[in-house]
Structure formats: structure tokens, C-alpha cells
């Protein structure tokens, strides 16, 4: 498990504090004040970034989806460049194969995002079962071709310990961007507004698989 950075000060600050005189006291002191300092703002540093990771999965949390967001959006007003959003729900599979395998699952869907997507997509977890894709620089046709790649990647995969390769379907809301969007908030609502038709659409056709 990662660890914070240390921010006790070297030892041999006080190795021979006794000799010292008065100047070479306060140099002592100012040269322990900077290190002390430099720790402190690695710390925060190391703070900040782990604060933004989901610790499961070791994607961007949900207060990390966000600001990405709120950013894209700001320079998506100025430059019109285009932006989409994909979510991504996994819980039909959790419920169907039960809670022992949950970690395993949402830690296995994490990796799976990391290998399909390009290098600038970026992913996160955003909920339990929920997660996030967002895609800079792409319309939202080229988004659901990605959304198409990730059902056909996440389609079989291995999950740790699971003695077979184990198939599932993944509900998926794809949007974008709009010109008349006021702020990060519509493009997300209109994903979760076809996240929620995706997922109404699995559970029908499940209710009429024969058991």
C-alpha cells in the first residue's frame, strides 16, 4: 500500500548540535526550515493526486471526473473542439455472480478500460458500479464506435481467480457536447437519461432469456 511521504527531518541535523555555535545554529535552523518546507510540499503534493484516484481501481475518482470536465467544458466553450462522454454501468453482472466477486470484477472492468482506450481518453469510477470515459477531441459517432470496442473488450475477460474466462454485457450511455449546453451538468444528464434506456433494455431482455 502507498505510503505519504516522510517529513521527519534528516538525522544528522542534530547530529552536533552542541558544537555549533550561534551562526552556524541559525544556519542550522534556516537549512532545516527549507527541508522541512521542500517534505511539506511533497506531501501535499502526494496528498492532492491520491485524493483524485479511486483506490480499487486505481482510476480517476468521481471528484477527479468532474473537474476534467468542468476543464473540457471551459475550453470546449472557447475552441469548440469536440467532447465526448461515455457511462458505463457493470451492476446486472455484480448481482448476477454475487458480492465475493465484486472487487475482483470492478478491479478487472478498471484494467480492461486501461487497455482498450487511447492514451488521452481518460477513465474513472464514479459510482459502485458506475464508471466514466471521457473522450477529448472526439464527436459523439466516434464515441459510440469506442463504446462498441469497450462491450466487445469487457464481452470476455479474466477475472482474478475465476477458473474461466467469464462474459458479460455492460449497459452504456454515450452523449457529447452540445453548443446550447450552459454548463458540464447537461451533457452528463443526457448520458444517464440513455444509461438508463440501456439499462432498462438488458433487464427486459433478461426477463425473457428462459431460466
Not at 466487445?152 to 454485457?169: C, G, I, Q
Request: proline share 3%.
Amino acid at each position: 500500500m502507498s505510503q505519504s511521504p516522510s517529513t521527519t527531518p534528516s538525522a544528522h541535523w542534530l547530529a552536533d548540535i552542541d558544537s555549533l555555535d550561534r551562526e552556524d545554529l541559525i544556519e542550522r535552523v534556516r537549512a532545516m526550515a527549507a527541508e522541512l518546507d521542500l517534505l511539506h510540499g511533497r506531501e501535499r503534493l502526494w496528498l492532492g493526486r491520491h485524493a483524485l484516484i479511486d483506490d480499487l481501481t486505481r482510476l480517476g475518482n468521481r471528484r477527479d471526473f468532474v473537474r476534467q470536465l468542468d476543464t473540457l467544458f471551459s475550453q470546449n466553450q472557447r475552441n469548440d473542439l469536440p467532447v465526448s462522454l461515455i457511462l458505463l454501468d457493470i451492476v446486472q453482472y455484480i448481482n448476477h455472480h454475487g458480492p465475493s466477486a465484486e472487487d475482483r470484477v470492478l478491479r478487472a472492468f478498471g484494467d480492461c478500460l486501461r487497455e482498450t482506450l487511447r492514451g488521452m481518453d481518460m477513465s474513472f469510477r464514479i459510482a459502485e458500479h458506475e464508471f466514466a470515459v471521457i473522450l477529448p477531441d472526439t464527436p459523439v459517432n466516434g464515441a459510440s464506435a469506442v463504446a462498441d470496442k469497450l462491450r466487445l473488450a469487457a464481452a470476455y475477460f479474466l477475472v482474478e481467480d475465476a477458473e474461466a474466462t467469464t462474459r458479460f454485457d455492460v449497459s452504456v450511455g454515450v452523449d457529447a457536447f452540445r453548443v446550447e449546453d450552459e454548463d458540464a451538468d447537461a451533457v452528463v444528464q443526457r448520458a444517464y437519461e440513455a444509461l438508463d434506456e440501456s439499462r432498462a433494455a438488458q433487464a427486459d431482455w433478461g426477463d425473457r432469456q428462459p431460466g
